[in-house]
């Protein structure tokens, strides 16, 4: 897990030029891109656009990918994102090689990382290894957030 802003991510782009790819395009183009999927470099770079309202902590909303690594990139809004240890959790819905999703339990916070995402803000998560739960409603009320989601393949 890498957590940042934007305008400090020069090391974590050269970590792997697909690194460099999406941050740049998260950089310049999220702020006025579609929602949706945008693609960049076919299934190897693309990044999904959304807006939503966040929601509660689910226990069962943990999600992990084998495929690809995920940067979330808040564009507007708040929220939490938890991550935590796969092998700690239980998974309640099996892989979707389609998809490249599973789904997972913790029944408990403790153990897990709780990163606040403000705009401008991203976080890198890699697959395998970091089950993740986004969109958590950061204080009392959900909030609108509209965010751009990479999919990097390594």
């Known amino acids: 897990m890498i957590y940042d802003t934007i305008d400090r991510a020069l090391p974590v782009a050269a970590l792997h ?17 579609p929602a949706g999927r945008n693609e960049i470099d076919g299934d190897d770079v693309f990044v999904n656009v959304d807006a939503y309202d966040t929601h509660a902590f689910d226990q069962d909303k943990f999600e992990l990918h084998r495929v690809h690594v995920d940067i979330q990139f808040v564009i507007d809004g708040e929220e939490e994102i938890w991550v935590g240890d796969p092998a700690a959790m239980k998974t309640v819905v099996r892989y979707n090689d389609a998809k490249d999703v599973s789904w997972h339990r913790q029944a408990a916070r403790e153990g897990l990382h709780r990163i606040v995402m403000k705009p401008g803000s ?15 409603t950061l204080g009392a009320a959900p909030a609108a957030v509209r965010k751009a989601i990479a999919k990097i393949r390594i």
């Open 17 to 33: 030029p697909r690194f460099a790819t999406a941050l740049a395009w998260l950089r310049d183009s999220a702020g006025a891109a």
């Open 122 to 136: 991203f976080l890198l998560l890699w697959p395998e290894f970091e089950a993740h739960q986004p969109g958590v």
